[in-house]
């Protein structure tokens, strides 16, 4: 509740009054070294075919694309001196620049250096560069006058003061519509002639405003301004000659440069005064305006003016970067202003003509192009702020606070009003005087009219609190009472505030404005857009009903509405300013919205809900939260704001991790890329130099992306990982006063497949695998045919076994029987010696005894042995000479047998000879070697020469004689050796 007792203020109060003239700034943007120039002095603006703005700076040529400032290097041995005084692109693609004392220079390969070309103006200080026809080159010097050079032919043409120049000093050169080019000297202009290479020159004494000529432009009239050292002169097509040294009473002085814009305002820079506007109709009327550093300019010294291809004029200065105008419509009054104020709660039109303004100082009337700013006594109110502003029948205005108070002023005193004192316990949002001057009171719950002393307090329909909040008071020309609540619209009947949102689909609840066009239409502000009420009567028409659809991109909320007398509808926000094209909405359907921010960066400035009206004039008033009172006046003729044309989008660099693709100026914009450097950025951006920083871009890389993808100021779109496909970049980019601009197709590329991803791959693949498949079934089957054919012969192996086994056995058993044999034949010997007298007889039977015995010794080891084809010989020989020893030996000598026999085995067809011929010797040694002895060694020793055997069998006996095997040929033993060893 409002605190009671409040005071209540007559009589007469004291007011701290100023009256000052109008200075307005305007809407213009600055580039200078705060914002990456290296330079605060610039000689030269040049746009190239790409989009980039090219400075020519007292320290530097920069290269500008709207975002960056890149600074272009000098060659380190060749130019020493960097100052530039002019830029010009030939028809070649050429990059010329002049410079102070290092004469005429090239940018090559991103560095400024000597040409080569023209090596006498290596050292020669050139002021301007022009081309009229391609490849015919102009360069205007500050000593020696003019160089025309024919590229193709490499020749050149001097013209000087013995030429018929007027001087050798020229500072700009110009041709005409007519073919003539003028030539800005220190001493007049000189005017030549192509056809027949002739001079005419103008002089001070010929009418000239001044001596010295800087810049010679020609206007849309044909006629000739030539900027000259005291303001501008003028030669029209009769040749009259008229000068213009001030304008409006302020002297021109130097003037530097003329130009014109799209509207024919002449523009005019001088050397210390800033800018003047100029225009003459037919009818020789004159408008003009004089704009410096006050307006927003960014400084008073201006060095050049240069318009491009889209009309914008840039203004180069000598003391503070490069200024344009975003526009010329919008003017701002600030705290740097006469308002001198920057917040601006709220605004009123009265009977009288002024336009009171309430500030964060208190209140301010603007009439006849003056501000009155009026302080209010700390008295009256004291650290708050006045959000409304009403004008009584008697004139008197009333205010609303924020804090809910009401003031009454009468143009010269502050006070409390009388029907103050039964509304202070109310929380007041709104107040408004109806076209019979009774007042209404919105207030939380109740809607209450006062007139006359008498007060009526109406009740909401409803006991929901935020439909019963009133916030908005509106009558209309049928004199309705519109009332815009906390949820929803409502409409006094009467009786009551009767809330009509349940038949209505309005975009969104709380209702901030209710305003009426001058078409009828009941226009709705709300926390989420825009709706209207169409040709209403006593019950609303909910099927004519309508939203509008706003740009997503912008802040939707409505701070206010405002019709203009055009047709054109502004919606106040949090973030910018809107403009709908209403009338080509009414009539086709299709809403046109430009946005305006009004700042650098940011989606807007701060709109306040109750400052904006429309003035008789149809300009429009808005005031801000912190950017003081803005000004909008419509170009002469314009009946709606016309969007302008979409920027246009520029690619700057394809690039993966490892490389540079493709930049802006490949012809060619395709290109491949490897799988495994498949992380692709793009770079890109389109050229909006009245608001860079405002520039929407919407997105897609097909055959990637589903949707488009959207953002401000993005100027660059990275992927990573793509798969293997074909892609291409899709951009397209709007400015907030244009359309989105054409889908452009920036770049495509195919990201190749890896190898094992390729179709040669896939074919080698399944012909490895078919080759593996017959392989197997090749192997698999040689298995299977192994295996069978080993099974067979394991089979037949294991037949063969037992069938070995067997015939093992068999052999074993016949050996043995042999054995056994030769023994039974051993025995019966024996038994027949035993019955034989001693004799040559029973020695025969004893020695063929001892032969039987040899060859069973060969059987016996034979059926004892695994192998049943070879004889252990070693073995062999040590059980025959053991048998031999047991049945020869006498019993009175003492006979050693050596042995060195190898470890060798033999088969049975050598050891059954051996083992006869090894008894022969032995028992032959026995009987005749130690005859008359009682000992004696025999040695015994076989060797296996791998190829051959070798036995040898002697003793240390008597001997005996050479020729003992010729004399005993008939004895049986001897024999049997010799017969053996063949």
Known sequence: MKVLGRLLFFGLLVLITSEVSLAQRYNIKTFSVNDGLPSSQVYDVYLDEYGYIWFGTATNLVKFDGKRFEIIPAGADDLKDVQIYDVHEDADGEFWISTDSEGLAVMEDGVIKHTGKTPFLDSVYVNIINEFEPGILWFGTNKHGVYVWDKKEDSFTHLDTNSGLSDNQIWDIYQASDGRIWLSTMNGVSVYDPQNHSFHNLYKKDGLSGEYVYHVFESRENEMWISTSNGVTIINKDNKIRTLTEIEGESLGYVYGVNQDKDGYLWIGTERNGLFLYHEDEQGNVSSEHITKRQGLSSNNIYRLVKDASGTIWIATDGNGVSIFKDREFTFFDGGSDLDANSVFATKKTKDGSIWITTENGISKYKDGVFTNITIPEKIIKRDEIWDIEELPNGNLIFSTYNYDIIEFDGKNFFRPQFYDSLYQYFINDIMVDTEGGIWFATTGELIYYKNGTYKKFKADTDDYWKSDLIYLYQDSRDEIWVGTRNGLARFDGDSVRHIDEDLDLEGEQVYEIIEDNLGNLWLGTNRGISVIKDYGDKVDIKIQRKLSTDDLYLNETVFLLPDNRGGLWQ???????????????????????????????????????????????????????????????????????????????????????????????????????????????????????????????????????????????????????????????????????????????????????????????????????????????????????????????????????????????????????????????????????????????????????????????????????????????????????????????????????QHVDETFVDVNIGIPVGLITNELITNSYKHAFEGRSNGTITIRFEDNGDSFRLEVYDDGVGFDEDLFEKKKSSLGISLIQSLTK
Do not use: C
């Open 572 to 898: 106040g926000t949090n973030a910018g300013l809107n403009y709908f094209n209403t009338v080509n909405w009414e009539r086709s359907g299709e809403l046109d919205q430009i946005h305006f921010p009004l700042n650098e960066s940011g989606n807007g400035i701060e709109f306040n809900g109750a400052a904006r009206l429309l003035d008789d004039d149809g300009s429009l008033w808005f005031g801000t939260a912190k950017n003081g009172l803005i000004h909008y006046t419509f170009k002469e003729g314009a009946t709606t704001i016309d969007k302008s044309e979409a920027p246009l989008v520029f690619l700057r660099e394809l690039h993966t991790d490892s490389k540079v693709l493709l930049t802006g100026k490949d012809s060619v914009r395709s290109t491949i890329i490897d799988y495994n450097d498949n992380n692709v950025e793009l770079v890109f951006n389109a050229i909006d130099y009245k608001n860079p920083d405002h520039i929407y871009y919407k997105y897609k890389l097909a055959g990637f992306d589903k949707d488009w993808q959207y953002g401000e100021d993005i100027t660059n779109a990275k992927y990573t990982n793509l798969p293997p496909g074909d892609y291409e970049y899709l951009v397209s980019a709007k400015s907030m006063k244009s359309n989105w601009s054409s889908t452009v197709s920036l770049a495509s590329f195919k990201v190749l497949k890896p190898y094992w991803l390729q179709w040669w791959f896939f074919i080698l693949v399944a012909a490895s695998l078919g080759l593996v498949v017959y392989v197997y079934i090749n192997v698999r089957l040689d298995k299977l045919e192994k295996k069978n054919l080993q099974k067979k012969v394991d089979e037949q192996t294991e037949d063969l076994t037992t069938a070995l086994h067997e015939k093992e056995v068999l052999i074993k058993e016949i050996h043995h029987r042999v054995k056994n044999n030769l023994a039974v034949i051993s025995g019966l010997l024996e038994l027949q010696s035993w019955s034989m007298p001693e004799g040559e007889a029973k020695k025969s039977i004893q020695e063929s005894k001892l032969r039987i015995m040899a060859m069973s010794k060969v059987h016996e080891n034979l059926y004892q042995n695994e192998d049943l084809a070879k004889v252990n010989f070693r073995k062999f020989l040590e059980d025959l000479i053991r048998g031999i020893n047991s049945t020869v030996r006498a019993g009175s000598k003492n006979i050693e047998l050596i």
